[in-house]
């Protein structure tokens, strides 16, 4: 064997081919998603593969995470100083990767007097890939699934690092205003919506009265 062959560094390693995968959409589980990570303690090399581009990508793991925890500070020092508007977040304990975050309903949606809750779990690469965010409270909407997943395009393909955790829960408060019934997470809820706006919102309330107050 080579010498080539004999090296197991990250640099050297033979790359071995992948199966294709379809782009994940809203309705497919977060694990059919095309980002893989692979990440060891230490100051020991990992490695990303994006399968849609078919590409490798090595760093430190260990800059990268600190690169991502001084963002998530930023983000914990602004919320603090100028909390969105009926939302609120922060780590749940001393993990700064996973948070809680609390929405009060809108006023002017069938969601309003509720208090919803939501879970948000950082990648190790944020911002530069978004975070997962789901609702652990159950809500009737044709955006949100039983599982508490949402369909909004900033947390797919639409993210930038631009994006804040802050923007990100005005957007979902935005969702529970205005549902989008045309890319529903539930069609059965959005036709509904769509055949029934009142039924809609007397259900989404009702819910909301049982599960959020």
Known sequence: ATA?????C???AVRRPRAAL???GCGEPEAASLHRARVRRGRRTWTFWDDAADRTFEGDAETEANMALKRIHKELRDLGSDPPANCSAGPVGEDLFHWQATIMGPEDSPYAGGVFFLHIAFPADYPFKPPKVHFTTKIYHCNINSNGGICLD???DQWSPALTVS???LSICSLL????PD???VPEIAGIFKDDRDQHDSIASEWTAKYAM
């Open 183 to 185: 890319d529903p997470l």
């Open 4 to 8: 080539a062959a004999r090296c197991s």
């Open 167 to 169: 923007k990100v829960l």
């Open 22 to 24: 379809p782009p994940p």
């Open 10 to 12: 990250a640099r050297c």
């Open 154 to 156: 900033i947390l797919k």
């Open 177 to 180: 205003t205005d549902p989008n």
